[in-house]
C-alpha cells in the first residue's frame, strides 16, 4: 500500500503498446497539476515505457508498488 | 565484350548478374541513412539504366540492378553528381550498419549515426584477407544485432546513484532486467549490485528524478558470422567510454587480422585457428597502456 491519495484511477493492465500510454494519457488530462493519477499496468514494456513518456511530458512518478502478480501500481502526480 | 576484368569491377561495387553483361550496383550507404535528393537521384539512375527498381540488402545497402557492361562509366558520373558512390564487395571492410541510435531513438544510449561515419571515413573499404563486417547498434535492444559482425559495437551505460535527489519510488528496481537494485522504500534505502550491471541504461532512461546519472559507453563483440558458418561474436573485456580508445580497438584489431588471417578466411575463424586469447591479450595490453581500467 502506498500512503498517496489518488484523485483518480486508470486500469491498463488490458491493452497493449502503443495503447498503453494513451489510455493513461487520456485518464491523466481529466487531472488538474498537482493531483495524483493512479495507474495499474503490466511488467515488461509498460512499466518500462509508460512512466518514462509521463516523465517527458512533465509529470512526476511518485511511488511504484510492485503488486507481485506481474502488474505493478504506478502514482504520478499531474505537472504544470 | 572480352576482357573484362570481374574482380575490379566487384571491387568498385559492380556485382556480375546471371544475366549476361548486365550488374547489380551496390552503393556506399553508411549506417542506412541517404539524403533524400540522393533516392530521387537512385531513383532516375534506376529508370534510366535499370530496370526500374532497387534491392535492399540485408545490411542497409542499396543495389540496382541491371546496369549494363556499357553504361557504367555514366552511372558513375550521374552519382557523383549526387555525391554517391559505388560501394565495396571482395575482401575488405564492408558497409557500416546502424541503428537510428540516440539521436532519434529514445532506447538509444549512443549516437550511432555520427560513429557510423566516423567508421566509414576510417576503415570502410579497407583491404583484408576476408569480408569484414562492422555494425552498430544503440543499446542492448540490440536492433542492428552487433553479435553478428566480425566486430560490433552495442551502446551501454554506467549508473551512478545520487543519493540526495532520491525519492525512493522504486521505478528503477521495477525496470531493472537483472535484479540489481533493490529499493527499501520506509527505511530510505537502496543498494546496488553494481558488479553484476548489465549497463542497460534502464534505471537511468526512467528515474523521475534524474538520481540515475549514466555514462554511457561502448561494448565491443568480436568474430561473429553468421553465412555459411554460424558463431556469434564474443565480448573480451569490460565496456570502454573513450571513443579515440574505441578506435584505436578497431585499428588494432584489423591490424591483428592482416597480419594472422588467412586469405579467405573469415575473422571468427582466425581467432578460433590462431587462439582467442592472442587477441584478448593484445588489446588489454593497449586499454591497460590506455589506462581505460585504471
Known sequence: MSNLKRTSFVDITDVVCPMTFVKAKIAMEELEAGEILEIKMNEGEPILNVPRSFKEEGHKVLDVINNGDGTFTVFVEKGE | ?294
Open chain 2, 1 to 294: 565484350m572480352a576482357n573484362v576484368d570481374y574482380k575490379e569491377l566487384k571491387k568498385g561495387g559492380f556485382m556480375k548478374q546471371v544475366d549476361k553483361d548486365r550488374f547489380s550496383l551496390r552503393l556506399r550507404i553508411v549506417g542506412g541513412q541517404i539524403k533524400s535528393e540522393q533516392l530521387a537521384k537512385i531513383n532516375e539512375i534506376a529508370q534510366k539504366y535499370g530496370a526500374g527498381y532497387v534491392h535492399m540488402t540485408a545490411r542497409q545497402g542499396i543495389e540496382i540492378p541491371f546496369i549494363k557492361l556499357q553504361d557504367i562509366e555514366v552511372v558513375k558520373e550521374e552519382l557523383a553528381k549526387a555525391g554517391l558512390q559505388p560501394g565495396a564487395c571482395g575482401p575488405r571492410v564492408r558497409t557500416i550498419t546502424a541503428c537510428q541510435g540516440s539521436a532519434i531513438c529514445p532506447s538509444g544510449l549512443i549516437n550511432t549515426t555520427e560513429l557510423a561515419k566516423e567508421f566509414d571515413e576510417r576503415y570502410y573499404a579497407r583491404e583484408l584477407p576476408h569480408k569484414f563486417k562492422i555494425g552498430i547498434t544503440g543499446c542492448r535492444n540490440n536492433c542492428l544485432k552487433a553479435e553478428e559482425n566480425d566486430i560490433g559495437v552495442k551502446g551501454g551505460m554506467m549508473p551512478t546513484w545520487m543519493e540526495h535527489k532520491c525519492i525512493y519510488c522504486g521505478l528503477c528496481e521495477a525496470v531493472c532486467p537483472v535484479k540489481v537494485i533493490q529499493v527499501k522504500k520506509q527505511e530510505r534505502q537502496l543498494f546496488f549490485n553494481e558488479k553484476n550491471c548489465i549497463y542497460c541504461g534502464k534505471c537511468v532512461k526512467v528515474c523521475p528524478t534524474s538520481a540515475w546519472e549514466g555514462k554511457s559507453g561502448f561494448v565491443v563483440y568480436f568474430g561473429g558470422l553468421f553465412g555459411n558458418k554460424i558463431s556469434i561474436g564474443k565480448q573480451l573485456f569490460p565496456i570502454i567510454f573513450s571513443k579515440e580508445v574505441l578506435h584505436k580497438i578497431i585499428e588494432e584489431t584489423l591490424m591483428f587480422f592482416e597480419e594472422r588471417g588467412k586469405a579467405g578466411e573469415r575473422f571468427g575463424t582466425t581467432l578460433d585457428r590462431v587462439g582467442w586469447d592472442l587477441l584478448k591479450n593484445r588489446l588489454m595490453e593497449l586499454l591497460e597502456s590506455e589506462e581505460e581500467f585504471s
